[in-house]
């Protein structure tokens, strides 16, 4: 079972668009925040200070959406092993009740923060969070 991370993401005004529920571009936002949180927090000190990652594909199935006050809590983890400099990370935001509404999975490169330049990920890297 990989290492999940939660989080809690709760819907202001100025995250709602025209139709009257979250826009897209927030959940993408909340997408990378979790992401970003999940490294901060599980990464080696030695690995977050060498690396960072960046998104090079977002694939997002939207099956719901929230209104404004409404929260949601988003769930993240890696998936198998790294192909390269690239990981495979799942995101899920589900209701109160539940229901998932927005599965994303994302790949992510890993680049080296000395060189600038991509890194291929190193299974010690990725166990934390496996």
Known sequence: MPNTFTRTFTASPEHIDALGHVNNTVWVQWIQDLATAHWDNTARPEDHE??????????IDYRGNIGPGESVTGTT????????????????????????????????????????????VRPEVLEPFL
């Open 50 to 59: 060498a690396f960072y990652w960046v998104v090079v594909r977002h694939e």
């Open 77 to 120: 983890w890696i998936e198998g092993p790294a192909q390269g400099a690239t990981s495979l990370r799942r995101v899920d935001f589900t209701a109160s009740a539940g229901r998932r509404l927005v599965s994303a999975a994302t790949t992510w490169a890993m680049i080296d923060r000395a060189s600038g330049r991509l890194a291929r």
